[in-house]
């Protein structure tokens, strides 16, 4: 039942702060005036906005005002396209250590009579503040009906305080009455609650020395006041007031040096932390960090008049374009970033599943499997099982062109190198060099073990259970025609593994399947999995690591 009469309630002022948010420019109207005379003269904040006026503008053509007069209509009984001027505003909070947050009031206008009805009225308690018609909902907060047009939600002492104020000359209400052109208006002024900042602020050494100086500023600044709407290219404007001339040239000083220490941060948070896998697209977002750092701080260049400091955001620079470019940026980034990183681990792992299909049709051919490399009549090794593979991986014509007598980097043999197959290169490690990094697991009790060919029957712990194939860290890569692979160490079992993606690194298994292990896998559980006899058994879900 409570959370039925917020939701009627809270939905309204949504869509009039949605509303708000998509302001247009507006000439001032005498509802306007009204609301802020209504502003209890203990606020200290407020935000001023002009629903009705903003929908008239050709830029909210596509607005669903349909849903939103029907949702009125049914839920609160009001036509909330008739909303004409609306203000939130705050008082400060009576808590010292700012455990309560700020007592609200909203003061709503309408251009025609308006009455609660609908579902609404459903979950709501009649009742009369000062002798004033209107409903009560939990937390001691209700809504008064001052007149046929005008209602006000707040606390009820906030409500009885609403009603006898028709007009007020504080410092929050003069700020009002100096800007009634701009269709979004927020005003706060600092000197009601400069004592609770400074209460609550950090202490001096636990902040980082470059960021201390913002510790000064509110001492320094009596009120802040934003304006703006989208119209002629977007325009909006931010005002300090300083408590004198002094005060407005430190606050200047200080938000230069901010803006430096910020830039220099965000640039260096660029180019070392976002990875984008592609040297051009990482330039290319350099670059675009730069632009836009250049043109915040371009922007955040105050004309001094006095004590006023006024930032004019016009045009494309302004801080709604900004912002939404970033926030966009700051979201399509992780995106790329996760399509691109999944597209290569699939390519990985059709490439593994290719390796590990040739392995098993060499298998079925000669009975045995393919040893880790060839060795010469001496027992020196010649070439990798990455070359004996290719005539089951359609690559018959290549193999024939190797002396398989010689040596990997015979003068004949270390020509055929720059012939290495797409395939054999990872998509996370574009190779130009002739090297890999998929390599087999050698050593002892593995599958591959020097110029050992294995039998299917020698791996007793199942070809399901045991991994034959790995995809290796960069720096691991080795020339694919070389006679050179991973070797298990018990004591290290994943020395370079785990830096080639994110999270872990695919394996191919001897069953032909292809697997991807996080690197939280217990060693010794990986260990186990490493080898083809060792009788381990394999936890159950480990596999699905």
């Given amino acids: 039942m409570l959370y039925q009469k917020r939701r009627f309630l809270l939905s309204t002022w949504v869509i009039a702060y949605t509303l708000f948010l998509q302001a247009m420019p507006l000439s001032p109207s005498l509802a306007q005036q009204e609301v802020i005379q209504r502003i209890p003269p203990t606020a200290f904040a407020g935000v001023l906005v002009q629903p009705k006026k903003i929908l008239q503008h050709p830029g909210m053509e596509l607005l669903p005002t349909e849903l939103i007069k029907l949702f009125g209509e049914k839920e609160l009984g009001m036509d909330l396209l008739e909303l004409e001027s609306i203000v939130f505003a705050l008082d400060p909070p009576s808590d010292p250590q700012m455990r309560q947050p700020p007592t609200f009031a909203v003061i709503a206008k309408f251009a025609k009579p308006q009455d609660i009805g609908g579902n609404a009225l459903l979950n709501l308690k009649?009742?009369?503040?000062?002798?004033?018609?209107g409903y009560l909902l939990e937390d001691e907060v209700g809504i008064a009906q001052i007149d046929s047009k005008t209602f006000v939600m707040a606390s009820a002492?906030?409500?009885?305080?609403?009603l006898k104020t028709e007009s007020n000359s504080s410092l929050l209400i003069s700020l009002f009455n100096s800007?009634?052109?701009?269709?979004?208006?927020?005003?706060v002024t600092i000197a009601p609650i400069r004592d609770l900042i400074n209460q609550n602020l950090p202490e001096t050494q636990s902040v980082p020395l470059p960021f201390q100086q913002l510790l000064e500023l509110p001492k320094?600044?009596?009120?802040i006041s934003y304006s703006g709407n989208?119209?002629?290219?977007?325009?909006?404007?931010l005002k300090i007031n300083a408590v004198d001339n002094e005060a407005a040239v430190r606050i200047v000083q200080i938000t230069d040096n901010v803006l430096k220490i910020g830039k220099n941060f965000a640039m260096s948070w660029v180019a070392n932390e976002v990875e984008m896998g592609d040297p051009q697209y990482q330039a290319a977002l350099v670059q675009y960090a730069e632009r836009i750092a250049g043109k915040l701080q371009t922007t955040w260049q105050p004309k001094v008049d006095g004590q006023a400091l006024v930032y004019d955001m016009s045009g494309g620079g302004n801080l709604g374009t900004l912002g939404t470019s970033g926030v966009l940026i700051g979201m399509l980034l992780p995106a790329v970033q996760q399509a691109r990183?999944?597209?290569r681990r699939a390519q990985s792992m059709n490439n593994m599943k290719q390796f590990a299909l040739a392995i098993h049709n060499y298998e079925s051919v000669y009975r045995r499997f393919p040893a880790q490399y060839s060795v010469s009549k001496e027992g020196k090794p010649l070439l990798s099982w990455r070359v004996h593979v290719l005539p089951y991986m359609e690559q018959q014509q290549l193999y024939s062109q190797f002396h398989l007598d010689e040596p990997w980097d015979s003068e004949h043999n270390i020509q055929l190198v720059d012939k290495m197959p797409l395939f054999y290169s990872n998509p996370n490690v574009p190779a130009t060099d002739g090297t890999t990094v998929y390599q087999v697991i050698s050593g002892k009790d593995t599958m591959f073990e020097g110029d050992k060919k294995l039998v299917v029957a020698e791996v007793t712990d199942g070809t399901s259970n045991t991994a034959i194939l790995l995809e290796l860290n960069p720096e691991n890569a080795v020339i694919w025609t070389q006679p050179a692979d991973w070797e298990l160490q018990t004591d290290d079992p994943f020395h370079g593994l785990g830096d080639l993606r994110p999270g872990g690194f695919n394996v191919g298994m001897a069953d032909g399947s292809v697997r991807f292990f996080s690197t939280s896998i217990d060693p010794e559980v990986w260990a186990a999995i490493c080898t083809r006899n060792g009788g381990e058994v394999i936890p159950y879900g480990a596999l699905d690591n």
Wanted: hydrophobic content about 35%; overall charge negative.
């Fill in 126 to 133: 009649k009742t009369k503040f000062d002798g004033v018609d």
């Fill in 157 to 162: 002492a906030q409500i009885s305080k609403i």
């Fill in 179 to 187: 800007d009634l052109e701009s269709p979004i208006v927020t005003h």
């Fill in 220 to 223: 320094l600044i009596d009120s």
């Fill in 230 to 237: 989208f119209d002629n290219g977007g325009m909006e404007r």
């Fill in 341 to 343: 990183e999944a597209a």
